[in-house]
Every structure is written in structure tokens, then in C-alpha cells.
């Protein structure tokens, strides 16, 4: 459900959303106590990725790791996800706090003393495997949190789920378009990862680089745009170049697909709601250059900061490809993949926590204009419970930030310095909660 700028305005003027949370300032000595072995275990991870749905070690690393700090742990969620349950020493809500544990199938070229070199099976294939978007330190953050709010238990109101989800760039083992299929976010949900115990909030936090290490980002309303793909397969009928119209040319037919998906976004889509893109990133055909091939085959993908223009683009994308093969006497297969839906961070619930953000960044806390253009399976998370979704800097003092290895990249670093603040947001996540959530439910039941 979403609120209106008027009833949050009257929430927060008439301290219906406290201004301020009891003090936690114990948090930042905590965190920096935590800060080395948190720095550690990061470094261990990076140097030992895994693909989705293969985290077996990183996943055995955090139930054990969990298990040391007295926290009830569900293993072989969504295959190699973990579950933590941390029980306050005092009654309150329940909310879950979400690190993804799986890395890419990228060659990492930091040059880091800790650099990966592991190799993984990517589809069959053998690939190099990198944490080149973070996760390793999203992970070592959530365990640092774990290891404070178990030794401040009695501090806690309420119960914490830590979520270790695998998966989140998707799976190794499944075809992207294999859509029989579920995994990460989605299949955590599915294995009761927001249900056993019934969680009412969740939060989750994203290193990000051309970001000044330390400082947080949030966004109330759509935070991340929605990611899906396609792909699409053109048959003609295969003959000799010199004689195109005793065949059926699917090549012609394939670029004039590819132009014809730019009219998508720029004449179909109410661009009054929001953004889209239809972008085509590979494109495979023929054999020789006197032959017109059999087949195409072009894969895409479609991303979009506003799920009516997601539904619409998807809607019209299949007629317009098989139109337009039709029109060149060929036949085009069309195969859409759900990713991600746009991640929506809960308005209400983001502006009761802006305290916490502030103090565990110390106050380096912005706002962002518009939404991120990456996506974040986070997003069904948070279309089943309110959600926080927020970025956190990881680009070091004196790098120019425009100039920093962006997440994915080979040569993506994330700053160490950032995770002692990663790892205070979710402890002031879990210490601000239960000061807003009747207020917050009370809110809600009455849009």
C-alpha cells in the first residue's frame, strides 16, 4: 500500500513517527569492535566466490558463523540459502534483514592481495567466477550485525530473520528463460523465508561504487527499475546469396525487429508514468557471407522504473516482433523472462527510519532524485511486506568517483572502511523498528 506526501507530512509534524530513537550509541563502539573480523571474513569470501545457487561454502560459512553467536539457523533455504532467528529480550516485531551471498561470472582483474581465482560451472560451462558486485560485502556485514545484536539481545524488541539469499544475479544451473523455474528472492519466499516466523518489515542494504565510501543513499517510492529479458528466434528458409528470393531472409527480418523495438518505448509507452528501455545486447546468425542462414537468434533485455510501463512493453513486444517477421515471410519465436519487478521502497516506512540512517552514517545521508538503473530481486521481498531498500557507498576518499570501477566491472573494489557503517544500519534498523511500527500499522490500516 502506498502513502501520500500529506499523511506522512501529518505523521512525522505530529510525532506519530518519532523524530529521534532512543539512544543507540553504543552501536558505533560495537560496530568498530566488530570492524576486523568483519574486514576478514569479507576478504575470505571475495577470495572464494560462488554462482547462484552454488554458495555451498559461503552458505556453510554462515550457519556456522550463525550457529557460534547462538542464532536458530535453517539451512537449504531456496536450495543453498541460509536462515538466522534472533529472539529479543524483550517482546516486539518481527523483521528480516537480507544480504545475498552469490558472485558473477567475471574475471576479476583488481590486482588485490585477495583477489579471486576460483572457476565455476556457469550453465554447463567452465567461467571465472568474481564478487564484482558486492555481496561478499553484504554478507560479512549482515554477520558482523548478527554477532552485535546477539551479544545485545536483551536491547532488542522483537525478533530478527537474517536472510542469506543465494541467487540474486540469478541461477547457475537454470536457464534465464527457463521460466518453470524460481529462484533467490523468489524462492525464498516460497521456502517461508518471510513467514516462518511472520515477518512485518524487511530492509536491505547495496554497496555501490562512484559513491563516497561511507555515505547512504536512499530513495522513497520506486528505488531500482524493473530488469526482465527476451529472446527472440526468427526462422527464414536458408539459400544462396546471390538468389535472396528463393528464400526467406531472416537477417533482414532481424534488423528490422531491432529497429522496430526502439518504436516501443517512443510511441506505445505513456512515457507520462515513467521510463523504459529495450535495449538488444546479442545477435547470432549465419554461417558464411554468401549464405542466408536458417535461423537469428537475438537476446535483450527491458528495463523500466514504473511497472505500468513494464506490463505495457511486455504486452506489446510479442505481436510487434511477430508482425514485423511476418511481414518478411519468416516466423518469430518469442520468449519473455521475468527478473525483477521494480523494487518500491515503503514511503512511510522510509521516513521513519531516516534516523537510523543518519546515525549510523553519521549523518553522510542524501536522497536520490531517481530511481537506480539496476535491478534487485529484493523487489518481491518488498511486494509481500513494506520494505527499505539503500545503497551505501563504496568508492574510497580520494578517487574520483565518475573514474571508480562500477558494480560488475572486473575491476570493481569495494572499500573496507564502508562496512562498520553497513553493519550499523542494520543494527539501527532493528533498534528503530519497533519504536514506529504501531504507528506505522495504525497508518496504513487507515489509507
Not at 554458495?55 to 533455504?77: F, M, N, S
Not at 522483537?158 to 536472510?163: D, E, K, S, Y
Not at 546471390?242 to 518505448?265: K, Y
Not at 546515525?359 to 545521508?365: E, P, Q
Amino acid at each position: 500500500m502506498k502513502f501520500n506526501s500529506l499523511l506522512l507530512s501529518i505523521m512525522l509534524a505530529s510525532g506519530a513517527v518519532s523524530a529521534a530513537p532512543a539512544s543507540s550509541d553504543w552501536v558505533k563502539s560495537a560496530a568498530d569492535a566488530v570492524e576486523r573480523e568483519v574486514i576478514d571474513l569479507r576478504h575470505h569470501i571475495h577470495q572464494h566466490p560462488e554462482l547462484g545457487n552454488q554458495e555451498v561454502k559461503t552458505a556453510a560459512l554462515v550457519a556456522e558463523h550463525l550457529r557460534e553467536l547462538g542464532i536458530q539457523v535453517r539451512t537449504g533455504v531456496a536450495k543453498t540459502g541460509v536462515i538466522g532467528v534472533l529472539e529479543g529480550g524483550r517482546p516486539g516485531p518481527t523483521i528480516a534483514l537480507r544480504a545475498d551471498m552469490d558472485a558473477l561470472p567475471v574475471e576479476e582483474q583488481t590486482g588485490l592481495p585477495f583477489a579471486s581465482k576460483a572457476r565455476g560451472t556457469y550453465l554447463g560451462k567452465e567461467v571465472p567466477v568474481m564478487h564484482a558486485c558486492g555481496h561478499d560485502a553484504h554478507t560479512a556485514m549482515l554477520l558482523g550485525a548478527a554477532k552485535v545484536l546477539a551479544a545485545n539481545k536483551d536491547r532488542i524488541a522483537g525478533t530478527v530473520v537474517f536472510l542469506f539469499q543465494p541467487a540474486e544475479e540469478g541461477a547457475a544451473d537454470i536457464d534465464f528463460f527457463d521460466q518453470t523455474q524460481i529462484y533467490g528472492a523468489r524462492h525464498m519466499i516460497k521456502d517461508g523465508a518471510l513467514d516462518q516466523p511472520k515477518v512485518e518489515a524487511i530492509f536491505g542494504i547495496h554497496v555501490m561504487a562512484q559513491m563516497p565510501s561511507g555515505e547512504v543513499r536512499y530513495k522513497p517510492g520506486a528505488a531500482l527499475n524493473s530488469a526482465d529479458g527476451f529472446r527472440v528466434t526468427v526462422t527464414g528458409k536458408q539459400t544462396h546469396g546471390s538468389m535472396p528470393w528463393t528464400g526467406a531472409d531472416p537477417i533482414v527480418a532481424s534488423a528490422q525487429i531491432v529497429n522496430g523495438l526502439q518504436t516501443l518505448v517512443s510511441r506505445r509507452v505513456d512515457l507520462r508514468e515513467g521510463m523504459g528501455v529495450v535495449s538488444v545486447g546479442t545477435i547470432q546468425g549465419g554461417s558464411a557471407g554468401n549464405i542466408i542462414p536458417e535461423t537469428v537468434s537475438m537476446t535483450g533485455t527491458i528495463r523500466s522504473n514504473s511497472p505500468g510501463i513494464r506490463d505495457s512493453i511486455h504486452s506489446h513486444l510479442p505481436p510487434l516482433v511477430e508482425g514485423i517477421a511476418e511481414a518478411n515471410a519468416t516466423k518469430a519465436k518469442v520468449e519473455l523472462a521475468n527478473y525483477a519487478p521494480v523494487t518500491m521502497n515503503d514511503p512511510a516506512l522510509t521516513a521513519a527510519m531516516l534516523p537510523a540512517l543518519e546515525k549510523a552514517a553519521d549523518g553522510k545521508v542524501g536522497q536520490l532524485s531517481s530511481p537506480s538503473a539496476g535491478s534487485e530481486d529484493f523487489s518481491y521481498y518488498a511486494q509481500k511486506v513494506p520494505g527499505l531498500f539503500v545503497f551505501l557507498g563504496a568508492t574510497p576518499a580520494g578517487v574520483e568517483m565518475s573514474k571508480a570501477a562500477n558494480n560488475h566491472s572486473p575491476f570493481f573494489a569495494v572499500d573496507d572502511a564502508t562496512l562498520k557503517t553497513g553493519v550499523r544500519a542494520h543494527v539501527e534498523f532493528v533498534l528503530r523498528y519497533p519504536q514506529v511500527a504501531e504507528q506505522l500499522a495504525a497508518a496504513r490500516n487507515k489509507s
